[in-house]
């Protein structure tokens, strides 16, 4: 049973850098079929895709948070962070982290995510 | 990026209706597209991938269709568990992009 799970300070002053941790249990995150996701979702709101990482520290950011999010993978650990620098109160939502795998179909190899953490509030308050 | 727009935003609707949720992509993804379910505080759970494959578990009743730009998410015969706000995702380019979600509701 592949399980995620999110941790990390649910309270971040503005200006300060989030930090959250996704734990991955019941598969390896070397598993060269899948990789990692972050996505948030602020209060009351739609989905948001940060981004992804690969096990081989591969990274892709969407652009609005490029410039604030870091992603990294610790393979001893099975498990993969995500930093985000210079936090407003904008910042505040539930982060989930998220395993990507592929349908491989006839028309090209096609990404899901089939695993997902509970989710991890964050608030940015002083 | 890539616009995902659902329609409609909100619905409401009865145990045993059935019910379709549109998603429209702002440009050709062919069928890069999945869906999800997300019932309050808990996480998005994957009902289909690639546009028409039903995940392993998720109840016969829901399917899916589509190719291009414009996607349907059916629910054949609604159950009280149907109950959610329903997302589509694109997964043909980066950034992957969703819908900004349908909520359905009990009539």
């Known amino acids: 049973q592949v399980r995620l799970q999110e941790s990390g300070p649910g309270l971040v002053k503005p200006s300060q850098t989030l930090s959250l941790t996704c734990n991955v249990s019941?598969?390896?995150?070397?598993?060269?079929?899948?990789?990692w996701n972050w996505v948030r979702q602020h209060p009351g709101k739609g989905l948001e895709w940060i981004g992804y990482?690969?096990?081989?520290?591969?990274?892709y950011y969407t652009p609005s948070l490029k410039s604030r999010a870091a992603m990294s993978v610790d393979t001893s650990k099975n498990q993969f962070s995500l930093n985000l620098r210079s936090v407003t109160a904008a910042d505040t939502a539930v982060y989930f982290c998220?395993?990507?795998?592929?349908?491989?179909?006839?028309?090209?190899?096609?990404?899901?995510?089939?695993?997902w953490g509970q989710g991890a509030l964050v608030t940015v308050s002083s | 990026d890539i616009q995902m727009t659902q329609s409609p935003s909100s619905l409401s609707a009865s145990v045993g209706d059935r019910v379709t949720i549109s998603c429209r992509a702002g440009?050709?993804?062919?069928?890069?597209l999945n869906w999800y379910q997300q019932k309050p505080g808990k996480a998005p759970k994957v009902l289909i991938s690639a546009t028409s494959t039903l995940e392993s578990g998720v109840p016969s009743r829901f399917g899916g269709s589509g190719s291009g730009t414009d996607f349907t998410l059916t629910i054949s015969s609604l159950k009280p568990e149907d109950f959610a706000i329903y997302y589509c995702q694109q997964t043909f380019t980066t950034p992957y992009t969703f819908g900004q979600g349908t909520k359905l509701e009990i009539k």
């Open positions: 019941g598969d390896s995150i070397t598993n060269g079929g899948h990789y």
């Open positions: 990482i690969f096990h081989s520290g591969l990274t």
């Open positions: 440009q050709n993804i062919r069928t890069f």
């Open positions: 998220a395993r990507a795998s592929y349908y491989f179909g006839d028309n090209g190899d096609h990404p899901y995510f089939d695993y």
